[in-house]
Structures are given as C-alpha cells and as structure tokens.
C-alpha cells in the first residue's frame, strides 16, 4: 500500500474503467481533481505490476475500488482506523468484507441505476439552477432527511456544494416557495460524458406536488442534451420500487456509516 502521485493518475483512471458502475464518484474525482487536492488523497495496493485496489479520501469520506470479489480488506481497514471517516462506500462484497474489520459503524446497501429514461419538461419555470450562495441552504435541507443527509454535517456539506457549484463540477438546481427553497436535486459529479445524480430531496408537506417530477426530469434533460450517461444510487425499499420501473440496475454498493456518540 502506498500514496498514489500525479504520475498514477493516467494507471488508476484505467484501472477504474473496469468496473465504472462500481467506482462512479471515484472515477469522476480522480479525473476532475487529480491524486490529491486540500481535501482528497488517493492510495493504491498494486501487485505483480498491476493495481488491486484504490482507495479515496475526500473530505469526510472514503470511496474504494477494486476488480476483485475478494480482497484481502487489512490495508483499507488500517486505511480506516488511521482516518475514522464519517461514512466508507465501495461495492456492496467489498463493504461486506471491510464490516467485519471495523467497529463504530452501521452497513447500508442500496441499488446504482443508469438513468436511462425521463419525461420532456417542456415548462420549466419552477426549476432553478443554484447558486454557491445558496449551499447552506440546500445543505440544510439534506441534512434534515435522516437516511439522505445523516452522515454528513451542515458546514461539511455545504463546503463540498459550493466547491462543486463554483468548480462546475457539479450543479444543483431547486424549486422555491415563498423565497424559501423547497426542493432539490443535483450532480454530486459530473466529468466529460458521465454525472452521478444525487440529493433529491422535497420538503414534507410539499411531497404531494410536482416538485419531483419536475426536478429530476428537466435535470435529465439537461443531462441527456450534453450527452452524458447519468446514474444515481438509492438505499430507500420505496425508491428502488420506483427506479426498477423507471431506470436500468447497474449494480450494487454498499456503505459504512460511522455511528453518533451518545
């Protein structure tokens, strides 16, 4: 196990090209922000000349890779002792594996889509696009749904949506009532051909309106004209319901969520 340097990315990238559907956020960070960043380093365990596995750290989070079903998991679960991140995310078998290494945190696994399908919003009125001025606002509203916002922070979150919004590597689009922003979604990455979709999220008492709909069909729309391939992941039973009617499974992840101190 080693730190990867600017000289790996070329190798890693291709590595990561093997299995995209596995390593979306990885893959996308790593071309958008190359080896290491104030807020990402990246690590690699090669073997006979050729890489095994990669691992990410990027602000609270770790994101790993590899091509393997089974691993030997000790050198990520040191990876993780050494940085006690507040959430782990990789393939579901290989976060399977890491779970059995690491105390102090709960699994989630969901389901990666291929957004393959949408409806053409022809008026589009209601839909911002946002501002890194409203990224707090937004954080907010994320953090305040439990199982979409509960690993991360206020102030760490909208760190990350304004870094996103101001390096254009991301977007987020909103839907206001009242000046107050009601709905959200947004491209938690996005890179040449490729965006990962994620943050949908509508206030309560606004679930019964248009506000999903619109949301994430005009931002395929947008998504499809640039000519990007979209895919997004879920871990809600209700939601996977619905993205097996709407969209193509492409595979499957799982998480590590760091447990709160009582």
């Not at 990007?228 to 969209?247: C, N, P, R």
Request: hydrophobic share 35%.
């Amino acid at each position: 196990m080693r730190i990867a340097d600017e000289q790996d990315k070329g190798k890693i990238l291709e590595y990561l090209k093997q299995g995209l559907h596995d390593c979306l956020y990885l893959y996308i960070d790593v071309m958008n922000y190359g080896i290491a960043s104030d807020n990402m380093k990246v690590w690699i365990e090669e073997e006979q000349g050729g890489l095994v596995w990669v691992a990410m750290k990027y602000y609270d989070s770790f994101q790993l890779y590899s091509h393997r079903e089974q691993l030997n998991i000790e050198g990520i679960a040191e990876l993780a002792r050494k940085y006690p991140v507040a959430m782990i995310s990789a393939r579901k078998s290989l976060i399977e594996q890491l779970a059995r290494k690491l105390d102090g945190y709960k699994t989630d696994y969901g389901v990666v889509y291929l957004m393959d399908k949408y409806i053409k919003i022809r008026n589009p009125k209601k839909v911002e696009l946002a501002r890194e001025e409203d990224a707090r606002e937004i954080a907010g509203l994320i953090c305040s749904d439990e199982e979409l916002g509960g690993h991360y922070t206020v102030d760490n979150l909208t760190a990350q949506l304004a870094e996103r919004i101001r390096t254009r590597t991301g977007r987020s689009y909103i839907i206001r009532d009242q000046g107050k922003i009601v709905a959200h979604s947004a491209t938690y990455a996005e890179a040449e051909g490729i965006a990962v979709v994620s943050g949908t999220i509508v206030k309560t008492e606004y679930r019964n309106t248009n506000c999903y709909m619109l949301l994430a069909n005009y931002m395929m729309q947008q998504l499809v004209g640039e000519g990007k391939a979209a895919y997004t992941f879920s871990l809600s039973g209700k939601m996977i319901d619905y993205l097996d009617k709407a969209h193509t499974r492409c595979g499957e992840y799982g998480k590590l969520v760091r447990k709160q101190e009582k």
